[in-house]
């Protein structure tokens, strides 16, 4: 407003500024035409009479007709200086008029823009979560009045982090544009599709007359992301873990109504269930998903974390031959956490990397003690993407082995597909330096990631680890037989050793036997148990130990 009053001011200034130098210009003209008119007539009566005074001039006047027309020349400058002052002015005035118009329009284009980006997501074009918390606490109003109801769905992909890092952000970004479009051919015109952030989506579901139609629309999230996404040659499997809450039953705020679909959600991802509607007993969630954070740190620090020791048995003579290293979280409240509950929060948190180190003094510490005792046995650690990314990895490793004491030939690092891909070259760098010092590397739930077999070929690995989710089911599911079949041919064609783990019967030893697998790991041998356990497994086991 401010900035249209000034800038009709200006206008109206320009237009006299014009205006008056125009005259300006006439009033110059006329000086001009007056001195020629007197000069004229001064060389004139010169001319005619041979000298100049008052009768001189007169007669030049009277006698000279080129004079007369000379005589009207200031007039015609003084009328022709205001003319052109106002039509300049008044093409000024039109021209700056037009100006206007166009500045104010782009102004108030402007305006709507940053007003757009402050209330949008930039990658989806969808309602933000500042958005979004204002319709809600819209709705809210609306709904006491008519004492109606409505709900909240909270989504959150599964594994978009890893598809982000193996593919890159921008194919991150493409995809989720198209789960926006998905989502938003699911919910009604007058519902609200928000992109909170991350992989995170909210869907403002109003005028709900039963629970059931929430549970029928959260169905048809899920089966609007069933169909592959693809993306350039790749076809993508997306899931979505989805949190939902009623107002006002589980809520009667914004603030509240958000945080408790968000807990929902949470239970939903660490059940693997689809759709988890918010209940009361769901809180004991949230407070420990808030300070974990910083409870985790300190249990670092205050070694709180215990290591569990799951054995390896070799196929060929069934001896076992050394153990999975997995971390577990000794909490003083919620007990033995497993690492799933907090490997990812680490990731996440930059917490990964004392937790690596933490993980690899204390298992090499206890290794070097089962060593020198005679228990020759090899330690499997698992090694973040973070590990991967570190230059200076190579080097912590180094010391970490030499003040345990332990024989660097029997470490063996696991890294998933994933944590490789996330940067190819860098890890490849380090691999080679890791595999240089003689340590051997195994490449983790292998299938579940994006790996490339070209990539596969470079790195230095010396086994495969098929996961679980492929072994467990091998016996029911072709699909997944046929997986570990060609994962185990694939393997020792590239002169890998493959290791099944999730071996939990023994039909599943038979079957991995006759597909000629290397290594067993799983229940059905033994669970992942503390130190002592474990040396009591190997020596009195009914597996040989060599
Ligand atoms: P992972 O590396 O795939 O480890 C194998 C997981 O499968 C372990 O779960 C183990 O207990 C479980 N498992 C083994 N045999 C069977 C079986 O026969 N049936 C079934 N259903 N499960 C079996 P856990 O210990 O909960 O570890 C989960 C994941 O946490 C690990 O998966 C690994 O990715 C991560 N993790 C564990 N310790 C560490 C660590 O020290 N550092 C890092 N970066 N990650 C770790
Ligand atoms: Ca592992
Ligand atoms: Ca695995």
Known sequence: MEIQMSSFQTLGFNAQLLKAKASGYAVYGVAISIAAVIVATALSGYLQFGYVNFDSLLQAQKSNAVLWFLDITPLFFACWGQYIGSIMSYEAGALL???????????????????????????????????????V????????????KFAIVLLDLDRFKEINDTLGHFNGDRLLKLVGMRL????????????FGGDEFAILLTGITDE????????????????????????????ASVGVVIYPEHGEDTDTLIQRADIAMYVAKHAGRDTVTYEAKLDQYSPQRLTLMGELRQAIENDDLTLHYQPQIKASNEHA???????????????????????????????????????????????????????????????????????????????????????????????????VMADPELALNILNRIANMGIRISIDDFGTGYSSLAYLKRLPVSELKIDKSFVSDMLTNEDDSAIVHATIDLAHNLGLEVVAE???????????????????QGYHFSKPVPPKELQAWFQSNRYGYA
Not at 137 to 148: F, H, P, Y
Not at 186 to 195: C, N
């Open 97 to 135: 008029a037009d100006q206007m118009y166009e500045l104010r329009t782009h102004n108030a284009a402007l305006e709507n823009k940053v007003n757009h980006d402050a209330t949008h997501d930039s990658i989806t074009g969808l309602p933000n979560r500042v958005l979004f918390h204002d319709r």
């Open 212 to 239: 059931g139609v929430v549970s029928s629309i959260a169905e048809k999230i899920h089966q609007s992301l069933k169909p592959a996404f693809i993306l350039d040659d790749l076809k993508l499997d997306i899931q």
């Open 502 to 520: 999730g071996v939990e019967d023994q039909a599943t030893t038979d079957k991995l036997r006759s597909l000629n697998c290397d290594i067993y």
């Open 137 to 148: 606490s819209q709705t809210i109003n609306l709904s006491q009045r008519k004492k109606s």
């Open 184 to 195: 938003e051919m699911v919910i009604r015109k007058s519902d609200t599709l928000s992109r």
């Open 321 to 419: 031959i050394g153990a999975e290293v997995l971390v577990r979280w000794n909490h003083p409240e919620h007990g033995l956490i497993p690492p799933d509950d907090f490997i990812g929060l680490a990731e996440r948190t930059g917490l990964i990397e004392p937790l690596t180190r933490w993980v690899l003094k204390h298992s090499l510490q206890q290794g070097s003690i089962w060593h020198k005792s005679g228990l020759k046995i090899a330690l499997a650690v698992n090694l973040s993407a973070k590990s991967l990314l570190n230059p200076d990895f190579p080097d912590i490793l180094t010391n970490l082995l030499i003040s345990a004491d332990f024989p660097k030939e029997y470490l063996l690092l696991e890294v998933t597909e994933t944590a």
